[in-house]
T-cell receptor
């Protein structure tokens, strides 16, 4: 099946710093990738839809200046959490589909961000 | 706004029991319903359902969709401790993105 790789899997940073998370589709091209956030014991909340070569579409309530998304190629999307604060600590997951989706989504392994 | 509701929120059973997880939805333009299993990391795909009344089956897991009543169920027979996970239901609807339910936390005791 299609493989999506996410890196890093775990990151700890100080408050005020920026953190970049990468999402790669390893064996397919993904025109669209999705970024989700998950709090403990809660479901996945869509943050933004990342489109290759164009600006990301953010969900209501998600600060686009804080969560910068770049989809520079058909196999790579990045999420940068800028000036991170403890309340940004969460599990971030990306997903992609080879079929211009969503339909069946393939998920990355997720990145656990802890902001001290 | 698309909406997906799962029940129960949590369930504790013993090995060998059969469980049924529920997912109801309200979407403007239904395309498909998907079930995922999430253990410690990212969700893994189980089933995608698009047609009503056709059961999808994989080993001890099966799922069926009722498009008239707007719900789906996920059945797990002869449960094992390895089935312990959060089961997520998601619908591909009007916005061409997945809307997830809150998930059902299943715990299977030995």
């Amino acid at each position: 099946g299609a493989v999506v790789s996410q890196h890093p899997s775990r990151v700890i940073c100080k408050s005020g710093t920026s953190v970049k998370i990468e999402c790669r589709s390893l064996d397919f091209q993904a025109t669209t990738m999705f970024w989700y956030r998950q709090f403990p014991k809660q479901s996945l909340m869509l943050m933004a839809t990342s489109n290759e070569g164009s600006k990301a579409t953010y969900e209501q309530g998600v600060e686009k200046d804080k969560f910068l998304i770049n989809h520079a190629s058909l196999t790579l999307s990045t999420l940068t959490v800028t000036s991170a604060h403890p309340e940004d600590s969460s599990f971030y997951i990306c997903s992609a589909t080879p079929w211009g989706g969503p339909g069946e989504l393939f998920f990355g392994e997720g990145s656990r961000l802890t902001v001290l | 706004e698309d909406k997906v509701v799962q029940s129960p929120l949590s369930l504790v059973v013993h090995e060998g029991d059969t469980v049924t997880l529920n997912c109801s939805y309200e979407v403007t333009n239904f395309r498909s319903l998907l079930w995922y299993k999430q253990e410690k990391k990212a969700p893994t795909f189980l089933f995608m359902l698009t047609s009503s009344g056709i059961e999808k089956k994989s080993g001890r897991l099966s799922s069926i969709l009722d498009k008239k009543e707007l719900f789906s169920i996920l059945n797990i027979t002869a449960t094992q401790t390895g089935d312990s996970a959060i089961y997520l239901c998601a619908v591909d609807g009007s916005a061409r993105q997945l809307t997830f339910g809150s998930g059902t936390q299943l715990t299977v005791l030995p």
